[in-house]
């Protein structure tokens, strides 16, 4: 059995604890075996107080450790947490973080030379305290391999259940995420989330055209397609789209197609040619180019991975 710790430290964030708790203990049926453990047998959770069962020996025969967020995430950390995280790590268990707990794995060492997320308010100063850390504000999680982070707050489900398709296939996530009342895939990263200036009154909200695209991604769209479409000039089309989606047109583009082609991977038995094609890339090597660059693994490793 998969035996998942969720360390709770003085202040931690209540949504940040409980949602690795609800999703492997409660969500992914009897696959996983969670405990709550800290240094101390009592913590400050906010408004209330809470027991901690089990001590950080726990990380010992941990195979995941979820590190939830801190109310106050650039609080020094007790050495006997730092030195448990990293023995955790050195043997092997998978280390993952959600909202600003990502500041407790930098703070071990751990996420240096990798890239990492967190909440978007706090992700300049996660940048500026972590330099070696590179920081991107506009996801909902980052998958390394043995440490991942996530954005903030609901962003933990997306990376709960990520894991949980990694571990168990795409079946047992989708009713992992049905019983949490959840999409097991989000449309967009955290860009879609962050305050920006608002826009001008004269109908510059990109969701008209957002949703054009996603209708028409299987179309050989150009720039100049969807800026003539949008009726607006490339460039402007390329601001606007940086300040509502923090990204670009054609990237936002790539990621409707691919997807698409997630989907069709799962759920289909086309070959890798056809869903190039019905998706809307000009040949399976482009596909499968843009789908390794996005997803991280190409489309029969998927297949094989993720196949209903």
């Known amino acids: 059995m998969h035996t998942v710790a969720v360390l709770a430290l003085e202040g931690v964030i209540p ?4 949602t690795p708790v609800e999703v492997f203990g409660r969500s992914a049926g009897h696959a996983y075996r969670v405990r709550v453990c800290g240094p101390v047998a009592e913590v400050d959770a906010g408004p209330f107080a809470m027991r901690v069962p089990h001590g950080l020996e726990a990380l010992d025969e941990a195979d995941t450790v979820v590190v939830p967020g801190l109310e106050d995430p650039l609080a020094p950390l007790p050495d006997d947490v730092i030195r448990a995280l990293r023995e955790a790590h050195a043997r092997g268990a998978r280390l993952a973080s959600i909202c600003v707990g990502t500041f407790t794995l930098a703070a071990t060492g751990l996420l240096d030379g990798l890239r990492a997320t967190t909440h978007w308010l706090a992700a300049d100063e996660l940048a500026r305290r972590y330099p070696e850390v590179t920081v991107d504000p506009d996801v909902l999680f980052v998958d390394n391999g043995s440490v991942l982070t996530s954005a903030g707050a609901a962003a933990g489900l997306d990376l709960c259940l990520h894991m949980v398709r990694r571990d168990l296939g795409a079946a047992a996530a989708a009713d992992a995420a049905r019983l949490a009342v959840m999409p097991l895939e989000r449309d967009g990263g955290q860009a879609q989330f962050i305050v920006r200036p608002e826009p001008v009154p004269d109908g510059a909200s990109l969701e008209p055209l957002l949703r054009w695209l996603g209708e028409n991604a299987h179309r ?17 089309l390329n601001r606007r789209f940086r300040e509502q989606t923090g990204t670009t047109p054609l990237r936002w583009l790539h990621r409707a197609r691919v997807r698409r082609a997630q989907h069709l991977l799962e759920t289909t038995g086309h070959s890798i040619e056809r869903i190039a094609t019905q998706v809307g890339f000009g040949s399976a090597t482009a596909f499968r180019d843009a789908f390794k660059r996005l997803v991280g693994t190409s489309p029969l490793g998927y297949r094989r991975a993720f196949r209903v």
């Open 220 to 236: 050989d769209l150009r720039l100049t397609d969807i800026a003539s479409h949008a009726r607006l000039s490339t460039r402007t």
């Open 15 to 18: 949504f940040d604890l409980v």
